[in-house]
């Protein structure tokens, strides 16, 4: 018999717990660039949760194609050329509908925010994000440690063997 709970074998730890929502949230993306999951987590609760898609009620780019691919947009630039919202940003404004405070939580996300979405994570208070992709922006990253949010990355290979 086992002495702990925790002491039971493939029970991943809390970082692995969110990175895999975040990746199971990803899957309802409809971008076809980039699947990207978020997940707020405040005393490990889930408060809110969001995936990139163009907004509710509009039609997908899977049914119209990508307008970035189209004119040829490298990612991380021009991002106001896109139907889609990121999952950062959709995750905010889950809570904000629901009237969930985000303040003092953490960010689980399959991808590191742009700086669009670090400038919204840094006013609706989250103090710390994980990822398991990095994503090239500097300037973002210069906001992250002016702003003092802790980034841990954790690769997604990492997350599912149950050593985080």
């Known amino acids: 018999?086992?002495?702990?709970?925790?002491?039971?074998?493939?029970?991943?730890?809390w970082d692995a717990y969110?990175?895999?929502?975040?990746?199971?949230?990803?899957?309802?993306?409809?971008?076809l660039r980039r699947r990207v999951g978020a997940v707020l987590v405040r005393e490990r609760r889930i408060l809110a949760t969001g995936y990139n898609g163009a907004p509710q009620?509009?039609?997908?780019?899977?049914?119209?194609?990508?307008?970035?691919?189209?004119?040829?947009?490298?990612?991380?630039?021009?991002?106001?050329?896109?139907?889609?919202?990121?999952?950062?940003?959709n995750a905010?404004?889950?809570?904000?509908?629901?009237?969930?405070?985000t303040r003092g939580s953490v960010l689980y996300c399959t991808t590191k925010p742009c700086i669009?979405?670090?400038?919204?994570?840094?006013?609706?208070?989250?103090e710390r994000f994980v990822v398991s992709e990095l994503y090239n922006d500097d300037l973002a990253d210069s906001f992250m440690k002016e702003a003092g949010i802790i980034v841990d990355f954790i690769p997604r290979e990492e997350y599912w063997s149950n050593e985080v």
């Open 92 to 101: 905010i404004i889950q809570a904000a509908i629901f009237g969930v405070s």
């Open 116 to 126: 669009i979405c670090t400038k919204m994570l840094i006013n609706a208070g989250v």
């Open 1 to 13: 018999m086992k002495d702990s709970i925790n002491d039971f074998v493939g029970r991943p730890g």
């Open 57 to 89: 009620g509009l039609r997908h780019c899977a049914e119209l194609g990508c307008l970035r691919e189209e004119l040829g947009i490298p990612s991380g630039e021009r991002h106001e050329l896109c139907r889609g919202i990121h999952a950062e940003q």
């Open 18 to 31: 969110f990175m895999r929502m975040a990746e199971l949230v990803s899957t309802r993306s409809t971008c």
